[in-house]
């Protein structure tokens, strides 16, 4: 079981920077795949990075590419987004979820066991 807690969401001006974190509890953090997704309202949940249990692979979806991200510090059970050039949008709902090992760089959010509540990323034109 693994509880995931995001933070770091808020409203920024276009161009501007954020970091998401997302805290896990439980011993087992290290062994997941961990990803981030958004959903911006009247919208289905959008597919944004992925990264391996040991860091080695990422997949980043290509709207994101070259802007955001992520990264894992596997002793601090934490899980982060690094966005820079924010756009409008961006704007969205943002969860941090873990999977097994196995799905890792998955796109489909049916492969992800465990989900935060989210944290409200707002950009502003």
């Known amino acids: 079981q693994v509880q995931l807690v995001e933070s770091g969401g808020g409203l920024v001006q276009a161009g501007g920077s954020l970091r998401l974190s997302c805290a896990a509890s439980g011993r087992t953090f290290s062994s997941y795949s961990m990803a981030w997704f958004r959903q911006a309202p009247e919208k289905e949940r959008e597919f944004v990075c992925a990264?391996?249990?040991?860091?080695?692979?990422?997949n980043t979806a290509d709207s994101v590419k070259g802007r955001f991200t992520i990264s894992r510090d596997n002793a601090k059970n934490t899980v982060y987004l690094q966005m820079i050039s924010l756009k409008p949008e961006d704007t969205a709902v943002y969860y941090c979820?873990?999977?097994?090992?196995?799905?890792?760089?998955?796109?489909?959010?049916?492969?992800?066991?465990?989900w935060g509540q989210g944290t409200q990323v707002t950009v502003s034109s």
């Open positions: 979820a873990a999977g097994k090992s196995t799905v890792w760089g998955s796109r489909s959010p049916n492969s992800y066991d465990y």
């Open positions: 990264i391996s249990w040991n860091a080695v692979g990422t």
